[in-house]
């Protein structure tokens, strides 16, 4: 069953590059508008302050050739205020205190200084932008000021001057703006929809090899691996899905050599138990040599038991199921202990053991678990020592951490042999043929104990010289 299809994955990477490219084109948008915006906004403030600088100048103008209130406006007074209106291209408007039009004396025309434009007056300048004169067809800028005059005996008295101006500058500034935003719009869509395409069928067909290969995942065939250059988008998925499938893969060949391993280390007790006891039942063996066969009956009755029981106990291991009981323990004590057990064979090999004079080391750890792991390591020793060679043991704390090596001479490991001597039902060349017994389980216990007292085991081998095992445990251990 496929778990998509190519339909689908052209789906997805179109959707996923036109959120992309939405969010992007709402982006300039909003941007643009924000700068058009601010941008209408300092041009009309730099206007409005060009416009009431040249209302302050005409009145600066004004104030020199005032003479007295009888006099407004003089000839010299309007030849200004006509001036200006020529060299700014404004409409002036001049007022006198009560608010009678002055110049250009047309008032039924406008309608700027009103009540509300002169209670303003009051606080500030006035400038805004509206309409004020009965012709204006377009919006306009009006700028109003209030000032003081004084003649020479020092009669204040109060005028008002506003300049109107056409406001279609700004909005031709702002339609300007406007129209350069559609138009980079434009444009940036165009490039995004040629740049979509591009990226759209790439993105595709990265979906595309990902799919098939995890398609094939799926009906069970881990051999392929997804292949993608280093600078794909999805490449980082690819190298994850790859690792899965070596994961897997590994994982299926494990579980095939375990269930061929155990048939195998089952098969052969059995066989040999079901062989000699229907030799005793059919009397093919003699009554005299029942005993005997028995007794290896027994004996293979025994290591199914032994089989069994280190299954049980690495599948409780990886379940996290194995309880484990802290106390002070003499590792020194247990393993002159352990030796011992080994005596005969030690000496039957012409063994010598070096480091156990004087030797001291006390652990918090699980002393029945820890006893397995010097067991288990130990007869990995004497198993694997050559004829006459030597058995060393070191026992030293170093930085809060116990270490405990064991060390025999002898043929050694090859160096393709070393990252697979902890796998479970693992056994080297060598061990196939020197020991028929063993069940290739040890070290993947010893391994797991070891793990289980957040410690570390290292192995290291020299072909035709030693191997060593080193096992690394914390001092204090906490449960």
């Given at each position: 069953m496929k778990l998509f299809s190519n339909q689908k994955n052209s789906a997805i990477s179109q959707g996923y590059l036109k959120l992309s490219g939405?969010?992007?084109?709402?982006?300039?948008?909003?941007?643009?508008?924000?700068?058009?915006?601010?941008?209408?906004?300092?041009?009309?403030?730099?206007?409005?302050?060009?416009?009431?600088?040249?209302?302050?100048?005409?009145?600066?103008?004004?104030?020199?050739?005032?003479?007295?209130?009888?006099?407004?406006?003089?000839?010299?007074?309007?030849k200004?205020?006509?001036?200006?209106?020529?060299?700014?291209?404004?409409?002036?408007?001049?007022?006198?205190?009560?608010?009678?039009?002055?110049?250009?004396?047309?008032s039924s025309e406008t309608n700027i200084l009103t009540p509300a434009v002169r209670s303003y007056l009051s606080k500030d300048d006035f400038i805004q932008i509206g309409y004020y004169t009965s012709d204006a067809s377009e919006a306009q800028i009006c700028c109003a000021v209030r000032f003081y005059m004084e003649d020479k005996e020092e009669n204040v008295s109060q005028y008002y001057l506003a300049s109107v101006s056409n406001a279609g500058m700004v909005q031709e500034y702002s339609m300007m703006l406007t129209r350069n935003l559609i138009l980079c719009l434009l444009i940036v869509t165009?490039?995004?929809?040629?740049?979509?395409?591009?990226?759209?069928?790439?993105?595709?067909?990265?979906l595309d090899e990902i799919t098939k290969v995890a398609n094939q995942y799926a009906e069970g065939e881990f051999s392929n691996r997804v292949s993608l250059p280093e600078q794909a988008n999805l490449y980082p998925l690819g190298c994850t899905?790859?690792?899965?499938?070596?994961?897997?893969?590994?994982?299926?060949?494990?579980?095939?050599?375990?269930?061929?391993?155990?048939s195998h280390e089952l098969r052969t007790p059995m066989t040999t138990i079901a062989g000699f006891a229907d030799g005793i039942l059919d009397?093919?063996?003699?009554?005299?040599?029942?005993?005997?066969?028995l007794k290896i009956i027994t004996e293979e009755i025994h290591r199914l038991k032994t089989l069994v029981q280190s299954m049980l106990n690495l599948t409780k291991f990886e379940a996290g199921e194995m309880q484990i009981h802290l106390a002070e323990t003499d590792i020194a004590k247990l393993l002159i202990r352990t030796v011992l057990?080994?005596?005969?064979?030690?000496?039957?090999?012409?063994?010598?053991?070096?480091g156990l004079e004087d030797v001291s080391l006390m652990l918090h750890a699980d002393e029945d678990l820890m006893f397995q792991v010097l067991y288990n390591l130990i007869e990995n020793a004497v198993k694997f020592v050559n004829e006459g060679g030597i058995i060393s043991f070191q026992l030293y704390t170093e930085d809060k951490t116990a270490h405990i090596?064991?060390?025999?001479?002898?043929?050694?490991?090859?160096?393709?042999?070393?990252?697979?001597?902890?796998?479970?039902?693992?056994?080297?060349?060598?061990?196939r043929s020197q020991d028929r017994t063993g069940l290739g389980l040890g070290l993947s216990i010893s391994r797991k104990i070891v793990h289980l007292h957040q410690g570390h085991i290292i192995v290291k081998s020299v072909k035709g010289e030693y191997t060593s095992f080193e096992v690394q445990i914390p001092v204090e251990l906490n449960n």
């Open positions: 939405g969010l992007l084109l709402l982006g300039i948008l909003l941007t643009g508008v924000i700068m058009i915006c601010s941008a209408v906004a300092s041009y009309r403030d730099t206007i409005e302050t060009a416009i009431r600088q040249n209302c302050e100048a005409l009145v600066s103008n004004i104030k020199e050739v005032y003479t007295s209130p009888d006099d407004m406006p003089s000839v010299e007074i309007l200004l205020v006509r001036t200006a209106e020529i060299e700014y291209g404004y409409d002036m408007f001049l007022y006198d205190e009560s608010g009678k039009e002055i110049y250009p004396g047309q165009l490039l995004f929809m040629a740049i979509f395409h591009i990226g759209a069928s790439k993105l595709d067909d990265q899905l790859n690792r899965m499938a070596e994961f897997i893969e590994q994982n299926e060949t494990t579980r095939r050599n375990f269930v061929a391993n155990v009397g093919t063996i003699p009554p005299e040599q029942h005993k005997k066969y057990m080994f005596e005969k064979r030690i000496n039957d090999k012409h063994v010598d053991v070096e090596c064991i060390k025999n001479t002898g043929e050694g490991l090859a160096d393709d042999e070393l990252p697979r001597i902890f796998d479970r039902f693992y056994k080297t060349d060598t061990s």
